[in-house]
């Protein structure tokens, strides 16, 4: 919440508005650039980490609720995307709860972060994609849920592992570019007193 703290107390709500809804925006811009190029990871909660690093919990949880439905909306309602807004909602949680307790100040903290992030991800979503689409969402990562299936291993089983190595890269990349913003504005505060 570093940020949320550094603005004028009467400018408060309107920046936190905006930053809510520029950061559901760039979650659903960053998903569409990600299934566009077939990337095999998901690029979808960046921005709500972020959020709730620099503004909190509440503001994070609505982006993270939100990101999923506008990311729906841009996609044209397939009904992928909405079931998943429960992650982006823990990613909301589980981030949050690292700044207030202030385990999210060194590289070792960012690294638990990553791990359990990565972990609370892929069980909620391996969960969702077995029991809601049968395994399979048609993303580019389906297939080597096939493959692993195929040497043996059940639906739920699969999506998990997938999802774990998908999300440990991705929750990665999402927690260390928050970190390296975070740590900036931080700095710039405390030189402003």
């Given amino acids: 919440m570093v940020l949320y703290y550094m603005i004028k107390q009467k400018n408060r709500l309107f920046f936190t508005i905006l930053a809510v809804l520029t950061a559901v925006l760039l979650n659903g811009l960053f998903s569409y650039l990600n299934d566009y190029f077939l990337l095999p990871i998901f690029l979808d909660s960046l921005f709500t980490i972020m959020t709730a690093a620099l503004f909190g919990l509440w503001p994070a949880l609505i982006v993270g609720a939100l990101s999923n439905f506008f990311i729906e909306l841009v996609n044209g309602f397939p009904g992928i995307y909405a079931p998943f807004a429960i992650i982006n909602i823990m990613t909301a949680l589980v981030t949050s709860l690292f700044v207030l ?29 077995t029991f809601v689409f049968g395994g399979f969402t048609n993303l580019s990562m389906d297939n080597i849920v096939r493959g692993i299936m195929v040497a043996g291993q059940s639906i739920f089983s699969s999506a998990f592992i997938v999802r774990l190595v998908v999300n440990i890269v991705d929750k990665g990349i999402s927690a260390i570019v928050t970190y390296i913003v975070y740590k900036a504005i931080q700095r710039k505060a405390e030189q402003a007193i």
Avoid at 115 to 128: E, K
């Fill in 101 to 129: 307790k202030k385990h999210f100040n060194s590289p070792s903290d960012i690294f638990w972060l990553i791990i359990i992030l990565s972990i609370v991800n892929s069980l909620a979503g391996a969960i969702i994609v």
